[in-house]
């Protein structure tokens, strides 16, 4: 019986062993972790200083477009006690988390992945990576497997870095098998600013936040990018991209970045960056995340928010007609306050694209409103965000142009609602009176266009673009002349009295006097401040203004009403 018994024994040994043996699926991929060759991968120093004893603790799958795959940790067995506390926990938090996190991504590749624990000596390669008391390298060149460093330095190697770091990594991993060679190694050289480091590391950045919520040292990626990115553009950053994904991801959904990073350019040359960039985004996306930035709308990938502090910008005053120059350079997050103080304004931006303002207080983004009214005195400001998705520099001209101030006219600001609205001329009192009293000159034809005049119920008024044609003949003279023109500024009426106050006025035309044969046109030029006071009176659809002319009298002016009331 006992010889019966350890044949059993020995049997169900051998089941076990079998079924553990099918159990672990087949990895042919990975390679022999107690193969010096291959352990001196990872870091030379493993196999060169001492004895390594390769020991497995995690095998987890992913399924991608490369089909399933897995992730395994391996480890000195001997540094097992040097382990920091928690941080075994942590990476392999890390690894199901990024598995399953990689699930929302879309489409997407990444092969057998490896990531060998180091605990006793830090990296000393070129192109590791530092997170806290953790450093790290990911080693894409493999068709068939990703190896991953990691350097467990010190306390820091804890639960609140390790699952991030990992995952982190891991996309890595991912670019390396999603994306061509020539996209991976648009990465610059380690300390030299540009290529594709601003969209590796950002984007890698990003998923680790899909995957475990955001260590601190996440916050640092944020402040950088609260630093550069008033003078900096988005492909001469490098972690502080992170602000960009963190934003792509959560705006447009975890699926899009892939398709993001797939368009991304084979070459580190700024020129390459900024037309692949622009390619992969319409322009008005691009804008959007500025928007949705400095209205701190941005959020990781856990759906908390990243605590940006946007930076204001320079701060542009407008108080009397001028044009201000914003330079709009390529990827930069351009932001300012415009400020357009007492008065009326018209204002025009060229060219109209790659940016767009929000009231001071209001996080609703569009193109520059015109007008723009500050005629009680209190100025009006307006956030503006600028991104040029473009491969050069964009000049921004924005012309104010004051068509009228906010001081009373004649002495009050009363208004007749009764003249508020759009007014045409119907009858010139002047022409009249020319007609019948200009001999020996005789005007013999007037043509008038436009000759309309708005008074607003803010005390503003504005006149058409008017064109007036005049012809005057005497016995030996005849003179022709063209005139064109409008004018804008304040009105008032109180006591019967009409009151135009112009701000802002120009006119141009020509006269031709031909005497005895001989013709000689002069250039005529008009314009300036001017304040005028006459009677009138008022009707529904009629104004009629009564105008001094010396000792001639007076005439009148018609006009007919031929607009509402207008703010």
């Not at 107690?34 to 390769?54: K, V």
């Not at 569009?366 to 956030?383: C, I, M, N, W, Y």
Request: aromatic share 8%; charged share 20%; with cysteine.
């Amino acid at each position: 019986m006992p010889h019966a018994a350890g044949l059993r024994t020995v049997f169900l040994l051998a089941v076990l062993l079998t079924l553990a043996c099918l159990a672990r699926p087949a990895h042919a991929s990975f390679g022999d972790c107690n193969d010096g060759a291959y352990i001196a991968q990872f870091d030379e120093r493993l196999t060169s200083e001492r004895d390594f004893m390769c020991t497995e603790s995690e095998h987890v799958p992913v399924t991608s477009d490369a089909g399933t795959t897995h992730i395994r940790i391996i480890q000195d067995l001997v540094a097992d006690w040097a382990t920091p506390p928690g941080a075994m926990r942590s990476i392999k938090d890390g690894v199901m988390a990024s598995a399953t996190a990689m699930s929302r991504l879309g489409s997407f590749r990444i092969p057998d992945v490896t990531i060998m624990l180091v605990d006793d000596f830090g990296p000393r390669r070129p192109g590791s990576e530092a997170f806290g008391d953790i450093a790290a390298l990911t080693d894409m060149r493999g068709a068939d497997e990703c190896r991953i460093t990691l350097w467990l330095l010190g306390p820091g190697a804890r639960a609140s870095y390790a699952a991030a770091v990992v995952a982190h990594e891991l996309f890595h991993c991912v670019h390396g098998a999603s994306l061509t060679h020539a996209q991976i190694f648009s990465y610059p050289r380690p300390g030299s600013p540009g290529g594709g480091a601003w969209w590796q590391e950002g984007s890698a950045d990003w998923f680790s936040t899909l995957a475990v919520p955001a260590p601190r040292f996440m916050s640092d990626r944020v402040s950088a990018f609260d630093a550069h990115s008033p003078d900096t553009s988005l492909d001469m950053m490098s972690y502080d991209a992170y602000v960009f994904f963190a934003w792509l991801g959560g705006a447009r959904g975890p699926e899009s970045v892939m398709p993001f990073l797939r368009s991304m350019a084979s070459s580190a040359s700024a020129s390459a960056q900024h037309a692949a960039m622009a390619a992969a985004l319409p322009a008005d996306q691009w804008l959007r995340f500025a928007e949705d930035y400095l209205d701190q709308r941005i959020h990781d990938g856990q759906g908390a928010s990243i605590g940006s502090t946007p930076q204001t910008g320079d701060t542009h005053v407008w108080e009397a007609t001028r044009t201000q120059e914003i330079r709009l350079a390529p990827f930069v997050l351009t932001r300012a306050l415009l400020e357009f103080r007492c008065g009326r304004w018209r204002i025009e931006a060229r060219p109209a694209r790659f940016h767009a303002v929000s009231e001071e207080s209001s996080t609703e983004w569009g193109p520059l409103p015109s007008p723009v009214s500050a005629t009680d005195s209190e100025p009006r400001r307006f956030r503006f965000a600028g991104m040029a998705a473009a491969s050069s520099a964009t000049p921004l001209r924005i012309v104010g142009t004051q068509e009228s101030g906010c001081a009373e006219c004649a002495g009050t600001r009363a208004v007749d609602q009764c003249l508020v609205g759009t007014w045409e001329l119907t009858s010139h009192g002047a022409e009249q009176w020319m007609r019948e009293h200009g001999r020996p000159v005789q005007l013999t034809r007037v043509d008038r266009a436009n000759d309309t005049m708005t008074l607003r119920n803010d005390g503003t008024f504005a006149t058409g673009a008017a064109s007036v044609g005049a012809e005057v003949r005497s016995d030996d003279a005849h003179g022709t002349g063209q005139l064109a023109g409008r004018a804008s500024g304040r009105w008032s009426a109180d006591s019967g009295r009409f009151n135009l106050c112009t701000d802002a006025s120009a006119a141009s035309g020509t006269i031709a006097v031909t005497i005895h044969g001989r013709t000689t046109t002069v250039p005529m030029v008009a314009g300036g401040p001017s304040t005028m006071s006459n009677a009138y009176t008022c009707s529904t659809s009629t104004l009629r203004v009564t105008m001094p002319m010396g000792s001639a009298g007076t005439v009148d002016n018609v006009y007919n009403k031929v607009g509402g009331p207008v703010e």
